[in-house]
T-cell receptor, first 113, second 115 residues
Framework: EAGVAQSPRYKIIEKRQSVAFWCNPI?????LYWYQQILGQGPKLLIQ????????DSQLPKDRFSAERLKGVDSTLKIQPAKLEDSAVYLC???????????FGNGTRLTVT | AQTVTQSQPEMSVQEAETVTLSCTYDTSESDYYLFWYKQPPSRQMILVIR??????QNATENRFSVNFQKAAKSFSLKISDSQLGDAAMYFC????????????FGTGTLLAVQP
C-alpha cells in the first residue's frame, strides 16, 4: 500500500509570512495526526482528526495555526503569520484505528528566517 | 501528566556489537503502551518495537528487544548484532490505553554505528 504522502519536502519563508503543508494519509485510515518536531526534540502532537472532525487540538497554537481535513481524507496545516520558533519538521501520521500502528510521512522541514 | 525521558543524547556502537538505549517514563495510568521508533535521515518515523504494559514478557523483534521494568518505569531498547543501517535517531514513546493513539515522545538518542 502507498504510504503517507506529504508536501512540500522543504519550505523556507520569512517571519510573518504564511505557509501551508499538505498530507494525504493511507487510504482507509480514518485517524490523522499532525506532529511538530523541533530540532533536538521529539515530535509533539498538534492536532488529531477522526475522519473530518477534530478530536484533540489542545496543543495547537490557534492564534496562528489552523488545520482542516475536508471530506475526511487529505489534510492541510497552515501557519499564519509564521514566527522564528515555528522552524521545525512537521510530520503527518495516519492509522486505521486505535490499536493499529501509526504510519508516518517523511515530513516537511520548515525554516523561518 | 505523562513524560518520557531519554538521558542519552548520543550513543555509538561498533558494527556487530550490542548497544542498549535507555528510556524512563512517568505515568499514573495502569493501562498503557510503550514504543521505540527509529527516525533515519529520511525523517520518516518507523516503528521498531511495541510493549503492552499488562504483558510481563519483554517484546522482541529479530535483533531488537526491550527490557521493560514496570515498577521502575524503565523501558530500554537492546540492539544486537548492530548493522550500519541501524544508525538513526531513536525515540521512546508512550501511549495511554483506551481510545487514543496519541503518542508522547522522548527527546531521542542519536545512534552511530562504527564500521
Amino acid at each position: 500500500e502507498a504510504g503517507v504522502a506529504q508536501s512540500p519536502r522543504y519550505k523556507i519563508i520569512e517571519k510573518r509570512q504564511s505557509v501551508a503543508f499538505w498530507c494525504n494519509p493511507i487510504s482507509g485510515h480514518a485517524t490523522l495526526y499532525w506532529y511538530q518536531q523541533i530540532l533536538g526534540q521529539g515530535p509533539k502532537l498538534l492536532i488529531q482528526f477522526q475522519n473530518n472532525g477534530v478530536v484533540d487540538d489542545s496543543q495547537l497554537p490557534k492564534d496562528r495555526f489552523s488545520a482542516e481535513r475536508l471530506k475526511g481524507v487529505d489534510s492541510t496545516l497552515k501557519i499564519q503569520p509564521a514566527k522564528l520558533e515555528d522552524s521545525a519538521v512537521y510530520l503527518c501520521a495516519s492509522t486505521r484505528g486505535v490499536n493499529s500502528p501509526l504510519h508516518f510521512g517523511n515530513g516537511t522541514r520548515l525554516t523561518v528566517t | 501528566a505523562q513524560t518520557v525521558t531519554q538521558s542519552q543524547p548520543e550513543m555509538s556502537v561498533q558494527e556487530a556489537e550490542t548497544v542498549t538505549l535507555s528510556c524512563t517514563y512517568d505515568t499514573s495510568e495502569s493501562d498503557y503502551y510503550l514504543f521505540w521508533y527509529k527516525q533515519p535521515p529520511s525523517r520518516q518515523m518507523i516503528l521498531v518495537i511495541r510493549q503492552e504494559a499488562y504483558k510481563q514478557q519483554n517484546a522482541t523483534e529479530n535483533r531488537f528487544s526491550v527490557n521493560f521494568q514496570k515498577a521502575a518505569k524503565s523501558f530500554s531498547l537492546k540492539i544486537s548484532d548492530s548493522q550500519l543501517g541501524d544508525a538513526a535517531m531513536y525515540f521512546c514513546a508512550y501511549r495511554r490505553g483506551g481510545a487514543t493513539n496519541k503518542l508522547i515522545f522522548g527527546t531521542g538518542t542519536l545512534l552511530a554505528v562504527q564500521p
